[in-house]
Structure formats: C-alpha cells, structure tokens
C-alpha cells in the first residue's frame, strides 16, 4: 500500500525558509492530490495546503503568502516551503495523500511526521 | 469560513464504556465530514469519511453519524488501544479544509 516519508531539517533560524520533501512509495504520485498538515506541539492540525499530481496548487488562507507546495513526478515526491518562519511556525509537519470523491475529500494516509523546531 | 468545535474537549472513560462525541460545524456541511484518530507521537489514522462511512480495516465498533451541523462519533465498546485524541475534518469548504481542535479519551 501506499506509504509516504517526510524528510527534511529538524532546525530552521527564524526568517528563514523551512523546506520539507514527502517520499510516495508503494504507489505512484499521479493521478492523485497531496498536501502538507501540520501540528504545534500539545495542539490540533492544521492544514497547510495540497497540490494535484498535475502541479495545480491550493493553499490556507492564513499561510499562503508563505507557502510554496511543488511536485516532482520522476522521483515520486513532493515538497513543501514556508517562508520567513516565525517560532509560531514549530510544528511536527505531516504529507498526506487527500482523497477527493464525490462524498467529500479526506486525508489517507499519511506520513510519520516530522518536527521541525524554529529557533536561533 | 467554516468553525469546527468538538465536545467534551477530554473525558475519562472505562474499557467496555460506550463513548460518543460530538462535532459541530458552524454552517451547514451536509455530509462532508471526516474522522481521525491520534495516538501520542504517531500520525492521525483516518476512521469514518463522508460523516457514516468506515475506513477499510477499523474495526466496526467505530460509528459515525449526523449530517448538517451537528455529527457524532460513537466508539460502543471502548478498547484499550482506543485511548487516543480524535479530530474531525470538514471538507464542505473544499479546496479549504479545517480541523475540529480534538477530543483527548483517556482512562478513567
């Protein structure tokens, strides 16, 4: 079955930019959506953004300024960027794939998670 | 933009108890909403979709319903792996999706 990696730095200075990438393995990365979600320690998930296999984008409103979602089929993975990081932005990252039907869209499955902690 | 509220935000339940919690949505959403389980330290596992429907390989003591604003999730017999936070996710918004802020279900 589908299985997805995160990988990335666990430190980022603040006003830097936090990179992730998330490994597909077990399934290809077409034909589906995939999106970044993210959980501050002790507190609840917030979803970041997605993006389709064909490259098309959505994000949240309250991050979109900062937020760069891009895809690389070749190599079954697809990343995320976030911009001028504040230590608001300390959170373990999750990669999900999000199902999208005609009865809604839900995230399945996802990956392990990652913490990446912002600090000087 | 569409507010989740779950309740109670914590309780206290015994093994065998049959649980039920809540999911409010702030308008309606018809169906379109999700429900998630969290262990400590591992990534929430999707349990019931599209409000009713469960996830392939969760166990049928799992149970959602509702529909509009208000939605439930009922666990009838509660395990001891059950002992989780569990978030519910609206999608009525879609391409914008948010979180309920999690119900924790530990042991009384």
């Known amino acids: 079955q589908v299985q997805l990696q995160e990988s990335g730095p666990g430190l980022v200075k603040p006003s830097e930019t936090l990179s992730l990438t998330c490994t597909v393995s077990?399934?290809?990365?077409?034909?589906?959506?995939w999106s970044w979600i993210r959980q501050p320690p002790g507190k609840g998930l917030e979803w970041i953004g997605y993006?389709?296999?064909?490259?098309?984008?959505n994000y949240n409103p309250s991050l979109k300024s900062r937020v760069t979602i891009s895809v690389d089929t070749s190599k079954n993975q697809f990343s995320l960027k976030l911009s001028s990081v504040t230590a608001a932005d300390t959170a373990v990252y999750y990669c999900?794939?999000?199902?999208?039907?005609?009865?809604?869209?839900?995230?399945?499955?996802w990956g392990q998670g990652t913490l990446v902690t912002v600090s000087s | 933009d569409i507010q989740m509220t779950q309740s109670p935000s914590s309780l206290s339940a015994s093994v065998g108890d049959r649980v039920t919690i809540t999911c409010r949505a702030s308008?309606?959403?018809?169906?379109?909403l999700n429900w998630y389980q969290q262990k400590p330290g591992k990534a929430p596992k999707l349990l019931i979709y599209?409000?009713?429907s469960l996830q392939s390989g969760v166990p049928s003591r799992f149970s959602g319903s509702g529909s509009g604003t208000d939605f439930t999730l009922t666990i009838s017999s509660l395990q001891p792996e059950d002992f989780a936070t569990y978030y519910c996710?609206?999608?009525?918004?879609?391409?914008?999706?948010?979180f309920g802020p999690g119900t924790k279900v530990d042991i009384k």
């Open positions: 999900a794939r999000l199902v999208v039907a005609a009865t809604g869209a839900w995230f399945d499955p």
């Open positions: 077990g399934g290809s990365i077409s034909s589906y959506y």
């Open positions: 993006i389709y296999y064909s490259g098309s984008t």
């Open positions: 308008q309606s959403i018809s169906s379109y």
């Open positions: 599209a409000a009713s």
């Open positions: 996710q609206q999608s009525y918004s879609t391409p914008i999706f948010t």
